[in-house]
């Protein structure tokens, strides 16, 4: 009996271990932390209240489809990363940022971790990587949030 | 009484959120396909409804998106393979791609450079492409394949169960 209950416990470990596990699918640890993940939610009705003060959105991916949000272009490419560098020089450490791409789950999606590794290595203090799970699509557009012209 | 009627609404709401309906909503097998009417490289519109009279393989990919590139190969071999074949539904396989890139000349050149062939569509929307709503796409790659007369005979086959399911229907 003992020993049953001892498997039970160590097969529960083990399968909570991997469901929570933060590494990502290419084994790698992402350059960003579950508390710098922004609701799609959150970041709508913020943009919905105007008189709120708003963070700057920048757009890593194929197109600024969030409503203000500036468009980059796809991180991935050296070009594209640096011109965001050069807009982030010119803003204060502690500026509210959000940056976005939304092609794909984070697993496949090769633009997020290089935006996000570029704010981390130049000290900002307050961004967020839009939570995004399956893409702009289905968590951002089809749930009725603010969209470009 | 109360207890059933929530049991009941609790019920309709857990319908009504599950993705997987969400996902099947009039694109099930057996029911025709929507019309799609998009622009190709050159310009001109080029429907769906167009292919009539062949097997087709609507394929919904993007030139950013991992998986989809990586199979454009593979849907190359199934093209090559049954482009001429007879079907006992239809004279033909025709590949139709719908691409939701958002610029053209990253779409043109992918096509360029991997010397597709087969039919390339794009209304250069991204994934706010009225098309991906239609087909109700919650994520890529996707795919659709219609007999002659564009009804569903399947979604979503991939690699070997897709060749499995053309091969089905050739005419021996």
Same mark, same amino acid.
């Not at chain 1, 991916?61 to 807009?87: E, H």
């Not at chain 2, 001429?84 to 791609?97: C, D, L, R, S, V």
């Given at each position: 009996m003992k020993t049953k209950i001892l498997t039970f416990l160590l097969v529960a470990f083990t399968t909570s271990m991997l469901v929570t596990n933060p590494l990502s699918s290419h084994g790698q640890s992402d *350059?960003? @932390?579950?508390?710098? +993940? +922004? !609701? *799609? !939610?959150? +970041?709508a009705k913020v943009l919905n209240t105007p008189k709120s003060p708003q963070p700057i959105v920048f757009s890593i991916g194929m197109q600024a489809i969030i409503k203000g949000s500036v468009d980059i272009g796809p991180a991935m490419r050296a070009d594209n990363l640096n011109t965001l560098k050069q807009k982030l020089n010119q803003l204060p450490k502690n500026s509210k940022i959000v940056v976005y791409c939304g092609c794909c789950p984070f697993s496949r999606c090769p633009n997020v971790r290089p935006a996000m590794a570029l704010l981390k290595s130049m000290q900002? @203090?307050?961004?967020k990587l839009l939570n995004l799970p399956q893409n702009i699509k289905v968590d951002w557009i089809d749930k009725g949030y603010p969209i470009s012209e | 009484m109360r207890i059933l009627i929530l049991a009941v609404a609790l019920l309709l709401v857990g319908s009504i959120m599950s993705p997987s309906t969400a996902q099947t909503n009039g694109l099930e097998k057996g029911n025709k396909s929507p019309e799609i009417r998009l622009p190709s490289v050159k310009g001109d519109t080029v429907t769906l409804s167009s #292919?009539? =009279?062949? #097997?087709? #393989?609507i394929d919904f990919w993007g030139t950013w998106c991992a998986p989809c590139v990586e199979e454009q190969s593979e849907l190359a071999k199934l093209y090559h393979t049954y482009q001429h074949a007879h079907f006992t539904? =239809?004279?033909g396989f025709e590949i139709y791609g719908v691409s939701l890139d958002s610029k053209k000349i990253t779409w043109e050149n992918f096509l360029v450079k991997h010397k597709i062939n087969w039919v390339q569509v794009s209304d250069l929307k991204f994934w706010r492409s009225p098309v991906a709503r239609t087909y109700n796409i919650q994520g890529l790659p996707f795919n659709v394949l219609v007999d002659d007369k564009g009804v569903i005979l399947a979604k979503n086959l991939h690699g070997k169960d897709l060749e499995k399911e053309i091969n089905k229907y050739l005419n021996k």
């Amino acid at each position: 009996m003992k020993t049953k209950i001892l498997t039970f416990l160590l097969v529960a470990f083990t399968t909570s271990m991997l469901v929570t596990n933060p590494l990502s699918s290419h084994g790698q640890s992402d *350059p960003w @932390t579950q508390q710098q +993940l +922004l !609701a *799609p !939610a959150e +970041l709508a009705k913020v943009l919905n209240t105007p008189k709120s003060p708003q963070p700057i959105v920048f757009s890593i991916g194929m197109q600024a489809i969030i409503k203000g949000s500036v468009d980059i272009g796809p991180a991935m490419r050296a070009d594209n990363l640096n011109t965001l560098k050069q807009k982030l020089n010119q803003l204060p450490k502690n500026s509210k940022i959000v940056v976005y791409c939304g092609c794909c789950p984070f697993s496949r999606c090769p633009n997020v971790r290089p935006a996000m590794a570029l704010l981390k290595s130049m000290q900002f @203090t307050n961004y967020k990587l839009l939570n995004l799970p399956q893409n702009i699509k289905v968590d951002w557009i089809d749930k009725g949030y603010p969209i470009s012209e | 009484m109360r207890i059933l009627i929530l049991a009941v609404a609790l019920l309709l709401v857990g319908s009504i959120m599950s993705p997987s309906t969400a996902q099947t909503n009039g694109l099930e097998k057996g029911n025709k396909s929507p019309e799609i009417r998009l622009p190709s490289v050159k310009g001109d519109t080029v429907t769906l409804s167009s #292919l009539k =009279g062949k #097997l087709v #393989l609507i394929d919904f990919w993007g030139t950013w998106c991992a998986p989809c590139v990586e199979e454009q190969s593979e849907l190359a071999k199934l093209y090559h393979t049954y482009q001429h074949a007879h079907f006992t539904i =239809g004279k033909g396989f025709e590949i139709y791609g719908v691409s939701l890139d958002s610029k053209k000349i990253t779409w043109e050149n992918f096509l360029v450079k991997h010397k597709i062939n087969w039919v390339q569509v794009s209304d250069l929307k991204f994934w706010r492409s009225p098309v991906a709503r239609t087909y109700n796409i919650q994520g890529l790659p996707f795919n659709v394949l219609v007999d002659d007369k564009g009804v569903i005979l399947a979604k979503n086959l991939h690699g070997k169960d897709l060749e499995k399911e053309i091969n089905k229907y050739l005419n021996k």
